[in-house]
Antibody
Framework: EVQLVESGGGLAQPGGSLRLACAAS????????MNWVRQAPGKGLEWLSY????????YYADSVRGRLTISRDNAKRSLYLQMNSLRAEDTAVYYC??????????????????WGQGTLVTVSA | DIQMTQSPSSLSASVGDRVTITCRAS??????LNWYQQKPGKAPRLLIY???NLQTGVASRFSGSGSGTEFTLVITSLQAEDFATYFC??????????FGQGTRLEIK
């Protein structure tokens, strides 16, 4: 059974840092691109970051570039999100999501077929 | 960035009703459009990918159609478990994908 389990959320001070982790099981982690998506309380879904299977190709949403760093450790079957310079507006549930069907040659397509349960990040003094 | 606009933002319906949710893109996205269902406190669940392909395990009362800039999700014969929020997602500009703002489907 495919499982993605996030951890590392919690309360952080403005300007502080957190490192989120996503532990994968039930599939060949190294064969799938991965993403982070967040959802502020009562709001919609916001894509944050993408990482290729090898970790060589990374993209960020403009809203978080420079403050978030995505990484993966295929040997540990884990995905990470380092979050620095946290702001109140970063308060959200953070999800990791597996991507399927992405055509890297044309940079199109794909869907998020499995999601973790989410981890809540609260930024407040 | 491609903007995705869903309509309506909320919708009340009864069990057994047929429901249509629309997603419009600010520019053409061919058929690179996915639909997700999210229930309170839960992660989103993939329903339909590439406009009209039903994800494994999803009930056949869900269907999707469209191309270019306008897409629809149809739920025929609503069931109690279908009351949730639905999001569309464009993957024309993958990995820089965007979601619609969501449509909340409530019980009338």
């Amino acid at each position: 059974e495919v499982q993605l389990v996030e951890s590392g959320g919690g309360l952080a001070q403005p300007g502080g840092s957190l490192r989120l982790a996503c532990a994968a099981s039930g599939f060949t982690f190294s064969s799938y691109e991965m993403n982070w998506v967040r959802q502020a309380p009562g709001k919609g879904l916001e894509w944050l970051s993408y990482i290729s299977t090898s970790g060589d190709t990374i993209y960020y949403a403009d809203s978080v570039r420079g403050r978030l760093t995505i990484s993966r450790d295929n040997a540990k079957r884990s995905l990470y999100l380092q979050m620095n310079s946290l702001r109140a507006e970063d308060t959200a549930v953070y999800y990791c999501a597996r991507m399927r069907g992405y055509d890297e040659e044309i940079s199109m397509g794909g869907e998020f077929d499995y999601w973790g349960q989410g981890t809540l990040v609260t930024v407040s003094a | 960035d491609i903007q995705m606009t869903q309509s309506p933002s909320s919708l009340s319906a009864s069990v057994g009703d047929r429901v249509t949710i629309t997603c419009r893109a600010s520019q053409t996205i061919s058929r690179f459009l996915n639909w997700y269902q999210q229930k309170p406190g839960k992660a989103p669940r993939l329903l339909i990918y590439a406009t009209s392909n039903l994800q494994t395990g999803v009930a056949s009362r869900f269907s999707g159609s469209g191309s270019g800039t306008e897409f629809t999700l149809v739920i025929t014969s609503l069931q109690a478990e279908d009351f949730a929020t639905y999001f569309c997602q464009q993957t024309y500009t993958t990995p820089r994908i965007t979601f619609g703002q969501g449509t909340r489907l409530e019980i009338k």
